[in-house]
């Protein structure tokens, strides 16, 4: 359920990052989650706190940060520190990557893993330049034929949150080259249901390729599936 009060919305987004662990989607202080959230008329985003694992992340850690700043990397790490934003943490180091999907990319919540399935497909090269193809129905979940794979840039960096945007075309879901995946909801339920079924595509189209090469459902069955995924969502 959305939030209405920012103490909620906290605790959502601390909870998810909880959850994103106990799915064994994430370990360690690896991945960040987040959710568009408005203060009053500014248009922002809360955003989980830098290098801490999420079992010591509490509702307070959780980070605001603005859409509106004008140099973004400077802008968002000065955002965390100053007294309008009330925060006590750095954001995460995607912070970035969070901020372009809210832009971009329509999102109302982010998950971003390092899931293991997912995030070893992204060091294939073939999967690098094609991504995970229509080899199972569950696919059009991600909302078109295949889920890319984000070309491959620095972590932190606008450019890496550009590559992702550029997968992320008509897409919830894509992998990241030689890091892991990130999926965007209409809320945090529905991005975290995402990443999970991504993860889980990654792991069956890896374990396809163990023993063959993959069947590949046509143009038009996945026509076909894309049109009872909208019926589905309505
Ligand atoms: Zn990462």
Known sequence: MLPTIESEARRQVAEAARELGRLGL???????VSMRWHR?????????PSAMPPARIGDDDIVWLPLDEADPLDGLIEASAAPAVAASRKPSSEALLHRAMYQHCCAAAVVHAHAPFATTLSCLPAVREEGIPAFHYMIGMAGGDSIRCAR??????????????????????????????LAIGADLASAIDMAV???YLSRVYFQTLQV??????DKDEVSKVLEGFSTYRR
């Open 197 to 199: 079924e991504a993860e």
């Open 212 to 217: 063959g090469a993959p069947v590949l459902l």
């Open 40 to 48: 009053g008329a500014r248009d922002g985003f809360l955003v989980t």
């Open 26 to 32: 994430n370990h360690g202080a690896t991945g960040n």
């Open 152 to 181: 491959y840039q620095t972590f932190g960096t606008q450019a890496l949150a550009d590559a992702v945007v550029d997968a992320m075309r008509d897409r919830k879901a894509c992998l990241m080259a030689s890091h892991g995946l």
